[in-house]
């Protein structure tokens, strides 16, 4: 299936409606697609934006399967994300990500990444993410190894056996960021090599992001990666029968 299943709209830091960038998917010729806004815990639009999205489903469900989703930052090393669980029942998928590395009084800042450790950051980037790996709320694992690159930490640094045998393991969803990603990336390869299921998106904020990023999204689906048979995920996700042949 041709999808693209993390975009944002305008609910946070996009700059566009859901709407246009659904009519956006549908020029491109996405099957399906998913908006995933940023939140936070204190984000008390997020009923609102759930009730609208499946509002949309409804009203564009012959022209494209559209699924709701959030994105929540990791806030410790815990894993913990920055999301209300009262979220989590009002969409259909939770992508996790890391946007600030933990440390235990706060966060690290690249402002200071010349005379911070490099072990340390690395040791605690790793804590937090096997962490989140470990979280039952998460579904998506977005973007893996950003934030790293801003500090200048390259893979050969990581242990990346380990990180991909818990990847393989936690059975999350590991995203190809088309923003980020390479494919020829260790954490791709070695995933895709352990039968990582995964999701290739643009992390689109603007119709123009989703329309230039939609040839690499198109390029990176045909890569031979096992992709996430998506409608089977949600439906497993929330206990749903599978559609009645025909409908």
Request: aromatic share 4%; glycine share 8%; charged share 30%.
């Given at each position: 299936?041709f999808m ?5 709209s ?6 566009h409606?859901?709407?246009?960038m ?18 936070w ?8 934006y759930?009730?609208h999205l499946q ?9 494209i ?5 959030i994105?929540a930052?990791?806030?410790?090393l ?7 669980p ?9 992508l996790?990500?890391?946007?600030r590395i ?5 966060y690290y800042s690249?402002?200071d ?15 937090a993410f096997?962490?989140m ?8 694992i ?33 995203e190809?960021?088309?923003?980020y990603?390479t ?15 995964f999701?290739i ?5 603007t119709v123009r992001?989703?329309?230039?990023n ?11 990666f ?6 089977r995920?949600?439906?497993e ?8 042949s025909?409908?």
């Open positions: 299936m693209d299943l993390h975009m944002h305008n609910y946070s830091d996009g700059k409606t859901p709407e246009e659904i009519e956006a998917a549908i020029g491109i010729g996405y099957e399906a697609m998913a908006i995933t806004d940023h939140v815990k204190s984000s008390p639009w997020v009923p609102a759930a009730a509002t949309l489903k409804r009203k564009y469900r012959h022209r399967r559209l699924y709701s989703g994105e930052k990791v806030v410790s815990d894993g913990d994300i920055d999301a209300d009262s979220f989590d029942a009002l969409v259909d998928l939770i996790g990500s890391i946007h933990p440390k235990p009084d706060g690249t402002a990444g010349d005379r911070l450790p490099r072990r340390a950051i690395i040791e605690h980037w790793l804590e096997c962490r790996l470990e979280n039952p709320r998460v579904d998506i977005a973007h893996p190894l950003s934030e790293l690159k801003k500090f200048g930490i390259r893979e050969e640094e990581l242990p990346m056996a380990e990180i991909t045998d818990r990847i393989a393991a936690s059975g999350k969803i590991l190809l960021n088309v923003r990603n494919p020829d990336q260790s954490v791709i390869r070695l995933s895709a090599q352990k039968g990582t299921a999701l998106s643009s992390d689109s904020h992001d989703l329309v230039l939609s040839r690499l999204v198109k390029e990176f689906t045909g890569g031979g096992r992709l996430v048979d998506i409608d995920y949600v439906r996700k929330k206990n749903c029968p599978p559609p009645i025909g409908s």
